[in-house]
């Protein structure tokens, strides 16, 4: 009986339908009838039967008991009350006048747009979203946007926006899992995450035939912002802190076109090409120029960790740290709030935060005000030593420390090309023009091509160098260089240098006015030595002077205050040009007892001292070798030059002796003097005051030494009979204590010895041999 019915599909009420054999119309075939009924065929043939006998057939011609009509009827109760999860709009954009295939049952998927599709509980595709796909696990997800997409998640959006106006047809905004993402712009694509959204870019300018609103993308995170044509962001983005405050700021944002954000939060991205890989609130790009393109200008900034960094310049860079800056083209920026302003600057520095949380931890609060002595005033000092707590002293170190490091960044490098290394350096002038320099913690160069390197040096002037701790080269010393060991050495005068040694000083003069632009001043290690003459030098020693030599009469085409040379020894002066000193000088006697008097001096020019101590050289060409308190040259005609009339006087060795003629000598001894032309004096208080003339004599102090040593007063008495009075003899007689008659001995020669020369040779070519002649 049931053969004289069948299954067909009608379109019209897209339902299967049992129907008389007889029936004619176009059918599904077997084929299509099998795929698309299945199971649901044995429960259509019921329902045939129920229909037909609902319509009158002849119950001869079928028979059904209640039993039989009652499980009918519940079977198409309960396929009636079936829901389908997936649909697929075929025939026509749902709108008013229209409501074929507008799926009204609750809970089922909504597919309003022509082409459109949806599978799923609650999932929707608006009327505008031609082509749109939602296939959703979970409830409200919304598409709204031509050829737009979410596959799976919750509570995604695919936001519409004019795509005819702004020629989208052919272009798709896609969102993959997570929950409370927001795609509207195109082409743009979301992977995961939450919260996170890639907006329609609104007030990208752009260049050279470009088309704005470009797609973007976000794998994963959350907060996350792609406002910049074919930009992306991977992972990373938050919305608060660890302890659930809220950080809105704290999201991470492509805003420049072709950039890009990889993990880390509040990172923004704003330059074409930008990029920021970790870190925290790092910023790639200008935002006053974000979207800004042209051909050939691209941004290219980049961030690499650390936090609060910002690379602002094309193609610039950032690396680790925090608060750093490199503001200039092609320029790097390193450490702690360093700045690279200049074009292809470098900047590297900070203070070291490890080694401020290793002191605090160690409790060494002196350590600590001795490494950051500028960040603490002695009232500072004071307050922090009245201190009882460790938590307070801690809390104070911390916020005196980080007051400082707001207004001394780690290194400035502020002009083109300039290097700025360790804390506290600069490089340059701001809004300068300087080549320069700046390596070690408070280092600066700032003259133009100069270069520093050393704790707290500086080098102000054109083209100086200023090397080690302290070391000075200051504006006015152009050409100058200071490589210092220790600290405190200053040059200050055009071409000056120091090497090594500590507390040195190049002075300056008027290099100009006393044409003195190729001439140059040198210090070679030592300690407190002074050049402040032209070309002079002092090779180590301490407290050393190459003076100016003020006053000296030049005569014949020479200059004045040409150079001299000092070469070791300690308190000597070269103050005339040319002069040197080797060795020697003293300021005080063995037992500590001060004696200024001491110092050599080269005085003379061309003159030279050589060891010894307290010995002056004031003729030209005079020297004195070794010795002490000797004299070559008068000092009242210091300086005097006159072509053929070199003074040339020397003394060599002894104490206290002269040599004042012009070709003067005076050999050994003490309290000689040769005052004539060519004169020759020895021994002890000799005088050669005629020209040519030779003295030779004085008493033997070594014979007098050895004769109170033995206590033989006979032959002391015997010896320097014209010393000794009858009463003198006398009274020497008359005392038993040796030290006594030792004071009274020495006493007595002393004062005859100053009456009693020895030889005194008074006329031109005379001579005096032996002791009073």
């Known amino acids: 009986m049931n053969s004289i019915y ?50 009158g057939f002849s119950t001869s011609a079928i028979a059904v008991t209640d039993a039989e009509f009652n499980a009918l009827k519940q079977q198409v109760e ?27 049952i609750d809970g089922v998927g909504g597919a309003k747009a022509i082409s459109s599709m949806t599978l799923g509980i609650g999932a929707k595709v608006g009327k505008s979203a031609k082509y749109g796909i939602n296939i959703s696990t979970e409830s409200g997800n919304v598409v709204s946007a031509r050829k737009g997409m979410i596959l799976g998640g919750a509570n995604n959006i695919v936001k519409n926006i004019d795509d005819e106006a702004e020629g989208y047809k052919k272009r798709g905004r896609v969102i993959v899992g997570g929950h409370h993402n927001t795609v509207s712009s195109g082409d743009g694509i979301i992977l995961g995450g939450f919260n996170n ?37 991977l992972g990373g983005g938050t919305s608060q802190w660890a302890d659930g405050t809220p950080a809105p700021e704290l999201y991470n944002e492509a805003g420049g076109e072709n950039s890009g954000v990889l993990a880390g939060h509040g990172n923004k991205t704003y330059g074409f090409n930008s990029v920021v890989l970790g870190g925290s609130q790092n910023i790639a790009g200008d935002e006053a120029k974000r979207g800004e393109i042209e051909r050939g200008q691209e941004k290219n900034q980049a961030v690499v960790g650390g936090s609060k960094n910002k690379a602002l310049g094309i193609n610039a860079i950032v690396v680790g740290g925090n608060n750093n800056v490199a503001s200039g083209r092609n320029s790097v920026a390193m450490g702690v ?28 609060y002196e350590g600590i005000v001795k490494e950051y002595k500028d960040a603490f005033s002695i009232a500072d000092i004071t307050e922090l030593d009245g201190m009882s707590q460790t938590a307070e002293k801690n809390v104070f170190i911390l916020e005196k420390v980080a007051e400082f490091q707001k207004e001394n960044q780690g290194g400035k490098a502020y002009t083109d090309g300039s290097v700025a290394i360790g804390s506290g350096t600069i490089a340059g002038k701001e809004n300068g023009t300087e080549e320069a320099v700046a390596m070690g913690y408070r280092a600066k160069a700032t003259g133009n091509k100069s270069m520093t390197l050393g704790f707290d040096s500086r080098a102000e002037a054109v083209n100086s160098v200023a090397l080690g701790t302290n070391a000075l080269v200051k504006k006015d010393a152009k050409y100058g260089i200071n490589i210092s060991t220790e600290s405190g050495n200053v040059v200050s005068a055009r071409k000056g240098m120091i090497l090594g040694g500590a507390n040195n000083i190049v002075k300056n003069i008027d290099d100009e006015a006393e044409g003195y632009k190729k001439r140059g001043r040198v210090i070679v290690g030592g300690h407190h030595n002074t050049v402040s003459s032209g070309d002079g030098i002092i090779l180590g020693g301490f407290n050393n002077t190459v003076a100016n030599a003020n006053g ?20 000597n002066v070269v103050s005339g040009g040319d002069a040197i000193a080797l060795g020697g000088g003293t300021s005080q006697w063995a037992d500590g007892t001060p004696a200024p008097e001491l110092y050599n001096e080269a005085g003379g020019e061309n003159s030279g001292v050589l060891a010894g101590h307290g010995n002056k050289t004031y003729g030209f060409n005079s020297v004195v070798l070794g010795g002490s308190q000797n004299i ?29 003629g012009i070709n003067a000598i005076v050999v050994g001894g003490n309290n000689n003097v040769a005052s004539g032309r060519n004169s020759v004096a020895m021994g002890v208080r000799s005088l050669a005051a005629g020209i040519g003339s030779l003295a030779l004599g004085g008493l033997t102090e070594k014979k007098l030494a050895d004769l109170i040593n033995a206590g033989d007063y006979e032959g002391i008495v015997k010896e320097y009979k014209d010393a000794f009075s009858i009463a003198d003899i006398t009274e020497l007689d008359g005392m038993s204590q040796t030290a006594e008659k030792n004071v009274f001995i020495l006493e007595k020669v002393a004062e005859f010895q100053k009456e009693n020369q020895g030889g005194k040779a008074y006329t031109d070519g005379s001579v005096a041999i032996g002791s009073g002649t």
């Open 337 to 364: 709030r360093s700045l690279a302003a200049g074009i292809g600057s470098l900047a590297l520095g900070g203070l070291t935060e490890k080694k401020l949380a290793d002191l605090i931890n160690a409790g060494d």
């Open 6 to 55: 069948k299954i067909v599909f009608n379109k019209a009420t897209q339902t299967f339908t049992a129907v008389s054999e007889l029936a004619k119309g176009a059918t599904k075939t077997q084929s299509q009838s099998a795929k698309q009924a299945g199971t649901f065929l044995p429960k259509f043939a019921k329902i045939a039967l129920a229909i037909s006998m609902v319509l």
């Open 197 to 233: 959204t890639v907006a329609n870019a609104n007030g990208v300018t752009l260049k050279n035939g470009n088309k704005d609103n470009r797609g973007g993308a976000i794998v994963g995170g959350h907060h996350n912002v792609v406002s910049g044509g074919d930009a992306i962001a």
């Open 552 to 571: 000296v009469t030049l005569k014949n085409g020479n200059k004045d205050n040409r150079g001299g040379a000092i070469v070791g020894g300690h308190h």
């Open 632 to 660: 070559a040259g008068d000092e009242a005609k210091r300086g005097e030059i006159e072509r053929g009339q070199e003074k040339n006087q020397a003394v060599v060795g002894g104490s206290k002796n002269k040599a004042l």
């Open 78 to 104: 309960a396929l009636k009350a079936q829901k389908t999860y997936v649909h697929v709009n075929k025939t026509g954009q749902v709108q008013t006048g229209n409501n074929t295939n507008l799926d009204t």
